[in-house]
């Protein structure tokens, strides 16, 4: 399966995730936030760094809650802003 590239717009909405991301851990390490949302430190450290922009609605969910971060949050602050 191939899978299409993405647009600048994903990219740069995958980029502010996870700054956004890196931002609500502040001080808890990766693994710690990973082991909370039931991922792996490898997974939490692409999506942060951007190298995996459109992550699984699920993962981000998990993520959001090991945070303590709502989901209508996220989308707001993540979403590609057109002027």
């Not at 993405?6 to 995958?14: F, K, Q």
């Not at 700054?19 to 990973?34: C, F, H, P, T």
């Not at 792996?40 to 303590?68: D, H, M, N, Q, Y």
Request: glycine share 10%; hydrophobic share 45%; with cysteine.
């Amino acid at each position: 399966m191939v899978r299409t590239p993405l647009t600048p717009e994903e990219r740069e909405r995958g980029e502010r995730l996870g700054a956004l991301l890196r931002e609500a851990r502040g001080g808890r390490s990766m693994v710690e936030v990973a082991a909370g949302a039931g991922l792996s430190a490898e997974t939490l450290r692409k999506i942060e760094t951007g190298r995996a922009p459109t992550p699984a609605f699920f993962t981000v969910a998990a993520l959001a809650g090991a945070l303590g971060l709502s989901l209508d949050d996220l989308l707001t602050r993540c979403a590609v802003v057109r002027v």
